[in-house]
């Protein structure tokens, strides 16, 4: 096990029902003025990246601390610098928030524990050969004090899945004795990505209907998931389902297969991950089977963790590696999420219920969105 497995919330959304003194209260517990560096590697103003940035603003607003992003627009050099920004802070952050995009989080880890400065690694987790070649979270960096990340291989496994009932659905029940599978990764080294391609191939290995045709790297591009599909259609390619590693991904797909004239969701399954607006709206009009995801509220689960950490859960201090787990959207269970996916209005969720520190009676964090009904 690489840490606690956090289980998904049973209870719905939390709406921010507290009132303004409760919440000064909680504020007044805290020590003063508390500033967290978030180094982004993705843009601060469209795309899944902004989504984590502005969960986590708001979880940081709730909880009353500064919050100070550094956008590096997908650009491993500028992720780089900002991470020199970062560290360069007067005065020094109290935290910095991290990702390994790109496997560039060795390098930041190593300069806060020279610095002494505590370092969360979000999303993306330094690699397994990073960890055996460097040193892991409390035992060996001290100032790496906590790890949050979702669940990708299950992901990538349910996405798979569902291509297979959507296939089903599409036909009456009934499946031809092969389903040809276009697979479109991300990228080839970040973490993320493999265990997505992990999860995959233990679908394929279980499911021999999926035949996989050939596996291709869009670089998480709606342009580039494009072309790669157009040239796959133009030399003839067997395609029956698209496997996308994320919405843009399926996206691209889509509307390179409805320019060759076929119909998404009909012709071809379709499953991608991100709960993006338009992946949604995909799901809705029955282009595609899932938009897997939830992760980018890793941005208000980790101001959860810090403030718990801050507050000396001990769970925390034991337990260093987390994992939650993400969960599909399907046209079925859209509604239970009411309209807080498509309004991005992230203010509505009260956060801070999700702390154990405003919930002693709980031992484990419950982490999701969707009601019991829908738990697994």
Request: aromatic share 10%; hydrophobic share 40%; charged share 25%.
């Amino acid at each position: 096990m690489r840490g606690i497995f956090l289980c998904l919330f049973g209870g719905g959304l939390f709406f921010a029902m507290a009132s303004i003194q409760a919440r000064a209260d909680q504020n007044e517990s805290q020590p003063d003025h508390i500033r967290v560096a978030f180094i982004n590697p993705g843009y601060g103003d469209r795309g899944f990246w902004k989504d984590v940035r502005d969960t986590m603003q708001a979880a940081a607003d709730q909880f009353g601390y500064e919050l100070i992003v550094f956008d590096s627009d997908r650009d491993w050099k500028m992720m780089v610098e900002s991470a020199q920004k970062a560290f360069a802070l007067q005065p020094p952050p109290d935290f910095i928030i991290a990702v390994n995009e790109y496997q560039q989080g060795t390098r930041i880890v190593l300069e806060a524990e020279q610095r002494g400065i505590p370092v969360i690694m979000l999303l993306n987790d330094l690699t397994e050969e990073q960890k055996d070649t460097y040193g892991r979270p409390r035992k060996d960096i001290k100032n790496w004090i906590l790890t949050l990340t979702p669940d990708n291989e299950r992901a990538g496994y349910d996405i798979a899945k569902s291509l297979i009932d959507g296939a089903r659905a599409v036909n009456a029940d009934q499946l031809p004795g092969k389903l040809c599978l276009l697979s479109i990764a991300g990228d080839r080294k970040t973490p993320a990505s493999l265990e997505r391609l992990t999860g995959l191939d233990h679908a394929l290995s279980r499911y021999p209907v999926l035949d996989e045709q050939r596996r291709l790297v869009a670089n998480w591009s709606y342009d580039e998931a494009y072309r790669q599909t157009e040239a796959w259609l133009k030399r003839g390619g067997c395609i029956d389902a698209v496997w996308a590693a994320n919405d843009n991904i399926a996206l691209g797909a889509i509307a390179a297969l409805e320019a060759a004239g076929k119909i998404p969701g009909q012709d071809v399954v379709i499953g991608g991950l991100n709960w993006s607006r338009e992946g949604l709206a995909a799901v809705l009009n029955n282009q595609m089977t899932l938009t897997h995801g939830g992760h980018f509220f890793a941005g208000a689960w980790v101001m959860v963790l810090l403030h718990d950490y801050i507050n000396d859960v001990a769970i925390l201090k034991d337990t260093p590696e987390i994992t939650f787990r993400m969960e599909a959207v399907t046209r079925a269970n859209l509604p239970e999420f009411g309209d807080v996916l498509f309004s991005r209005d992230w203010n509505k969720i009260d956060f801070s219920r999700f702390s154990l520190v405003n919930s002693p009676t709980r031992s484990e964090y419950q982490f999701g969105l969707l009601t019991q009904s829908h738990r697994q």
